[in-house]
């Protein structure tokens, strides 16, 4: 069966470092790959999304890998500050639209 | 202007009602979605619209149904109220760019 797991559940890292997330999957050809933010109480907001044929996407100090042979994606935050703290999840889609999301990555930053 | 709403926010009920959660969109999306959130946080997709036509229907009671009057809502509609049903309910909508917009969400608590 399908599998998406990001393998810390939580992050906690100083301000002014870069945090890096993992989400490996198997069991799956995802055309697209995205990630969500996602704070207490609120809906996920899209971040990014990367095409299964694209290797990296950034956004501001966003950066998102996607690697198909490894069937895994790296986002990274860099220079992070207290505001990023947040759980980000990883989410993949065929071409119909369906997502499938991961269990997500509480990242906590120190200041 | 909220580009996803949904309401109510919170929903306290009884074992056994009948109850439904109402969304709108104004992005002028074609595609809507309702996703359920549980305790553990995993975020997994019910349902979908596109242009009133249901396209995805994932393994969900009966005691479930959506209905999307036009392109700009899709209620869900929930008979029968059980306690494993409490969670929080997201609403999405999404082009056809692939990434979704969620609305603030709906936490449903059945006692």
């Known amino acids: 069966s399908q599998k998406i797991e990001q393998n810390s559940e939580a992050l906690n890292i100083q301000e002014g470092k870069t945090a890096t997330l993992t989400c490996n999957y198997t069991?799956?050809?995802?055309?697209?790959l995205q990630w969500y933010r996602q704070d207490p109480g609120r809906g996920p907001v899209f971040l990014l999304l990367i095409r299964e044929n694209e290797k990296e996407k950034r956004k501001e100090r966003l950066k998102v890998t996607f690697d198909t042979t490894l069937k895994q994606s790296l986002f990274h935050i860099t220079a992070s500050q207290p505001a990023d703290s947040a759980t980000y999840l990883c989410a993949l889609t065929s071409n119909d639209y369906k997502l499938s999301f991961g269990a997500g990555t509480t990242v906590t930053v120190r200041a | 202007d909220t580009a996803v709403s949904q309401t109510p926010k919170y929903l306290v009920t009884q074992m056994g009602n009948d109850k439904s959660i109402k969304c709108e969109q104004n992005l002028g999306h074609d595609t809507m979605y309702w996703y359920k959130q549980d305790s553990k946080k995993f975020l997994k997709i019910m349902f979908s619209?596109?242009?009133?036509?249901?396209?995805i229907n994932e393994t969900v009671p009966n005691r479930f149904s959506p209905k999307s009057p036009d392109k700009a809502h899709l209620n869900l509609h929930i008979n029968s109220l059980e306690l494993g049903d409490s969670a929080v309910y997201f609403c999405?909508?999404?082009?056809?760019?692939?990434?979704?917009?969620f609305g603030p969400g709906t936490r449903l608590t059945v006692t």
């Open positions: 069991n799956y050809s995802p055309a697209y």
């Open positions: 999405a909508s999404g082009g056809q760019t692939y990434e979704q917009y």
């Open positions: 619209y596109n242009n009133k036509e249901l396209i």
